[in-house]
């Protein structure tokens, strides 16, 4: 015979009391299970774990990455030769970096979590579900800081731009990783099939890469609108005041702030996305 027990709770049996003839029903008293585990120590493990997963191929990915973005400034460099448009295009191909990695990747990657079932190991954890996307961004994320650095020093040196001013990236970097990732692990969680999320991952990317690397001055008007609206543009343009000879810090802390801001957002719809793909 086979008894089911609420979730939640753990029946335990007490004897009959004294002066009883034990003969009636045994009484059960629920004893609650253990406390849930905390956001920080859970989104640490699961950031270490994903972390020692994504080792081995960690030198392609950031191999792949960052020769896509020096080979885009080297081709830039024939049609720009300095000014706003070398600074976008330097920041542009720092922050696509980023794009590749925490957006096209981290699509790919939870699209294939969804696919094979590895979203029902995640739920028998008890961990909160937002320590699962924030360690799996940060942990993709953190791919990037090599590749970024590396491409804005020789993007600095290809167009005899200033350097002083690159601690910015410690920000930019970050940001705008929480943002993209959070939109690529959205794109792959949402999408109904693997192939899907692969696609919306490239699309991203591609959208990152013409609207970040190209200067916004020669995009079509409703280009630009759509440049506004993707997460990473606010990172360009942060990177991009930064190598001006006095730059303007307020506006530069205007747009790290709204960089922040959509990182929150992204991050949020991922974690509902991750949600609705676990219970179902």
């Known amino acids: 015979?086979?008894?089911?027990?609420?979730?939640?709770?753990?029946?335990?049996?007490?004897?009959?009391?004294?002066?009883?003839?034990?003969?009636?029903?045994?009484?059960?008293?629920?004893?609650?299970?253990?406390?849930?585990?905390?956001?920080?120590?859970?989104?640490?493990?699961?950031?270490?774990?994903?972390?020692?997963?994504?080792?081995?191929?960690?030198?392609?990915?950031?191999?792949?990455?960052?020769?896509?973005?020096?080979?885009?400034m080297i081709l830039m460099r024939g049609v720009v030769d300095g000014g706003a448009e070398a600074r976008a295009v330097v920041a542009g191909s720092s922050v696509l970096v980023v794009a590749f990695v925490a957006l096209n990747l981290l699509a790919q990657y939870f699209g294939q979590l969804r696919a094979g079932g590895g979203l029902d190991h995640y739920a028998t954890l008890p961990v909160p579900?937002?320590?699962?996307?924030?360690?799996?961004?940060?942990?993709?994320?953190?791919?990037?800081v090599p590749g970024t650095v590396f491409t804005a020093i020789t993007g600095s040196v290809l167009f005899q731009l200033p350097m002083t001013h690159l601690w910015v990236l410690a920000a930019v970097v970050p940001l705008s990783g929480a943002a993209l990732a959070g939109l690529g692990a959205a794109l792959g969680l949402l999408a109904p099939r693997p192939e899907l999320a692969t696609l919306l991952g490239q699309l991203g990317m591609s959208a990152a890469l013409l609207l970040g690397v190209l200067p916004a001055e020669r995009l079509p008007e409703p280009v630009g609108w759509a440049r506004d609206l993707l997460p990473s543009t606010y990172g360009v343009e942060a990177l991009a005041r930064s190598f001006d000879a006095r730059p303007d810090w307020g506006i530069i802390a205007f747009f790290l702030a709204v960089?922040?801001?959509?990182?929150?957002?992204?991050?949020?719809?991922?974690?509902?996305?991750?949600?609705?793909?676990?219970?179902?």
């Open 1 to 72: 015979m086979t008894s089911i027990i609420p979730a939640g709770t753990a029946a335990t049996c007490t004897p009959p009391a004294p002066g009883t003839s034990g003969t009636g029903p045994a009484r059960t008293v629920a004893a609650p299970l253990a406390p849930r585990a905390r956001l920080l120590p859970s989104l640490a493990a699961v950031y270490r774990a994903q972390l020692s997963r994504a080792r081995v191929a960690r030198i392609p990915l950031l191999f792949v990455a960052t020769f896509q973005s020096v080979g885009i």
């Open 129 to 144: 579900p937002a320590a699962v996307v924030l360690g799996a961004a940060a942990a993709y994320a953190s791919f990037t």
């Open 259 to 280: 960089c922040a801001a959509v990182g929150v957002l992204s991050l949020a719809v991922a974690t509902w996305a991750y949600r609705r793909a676990a219970v179902r």
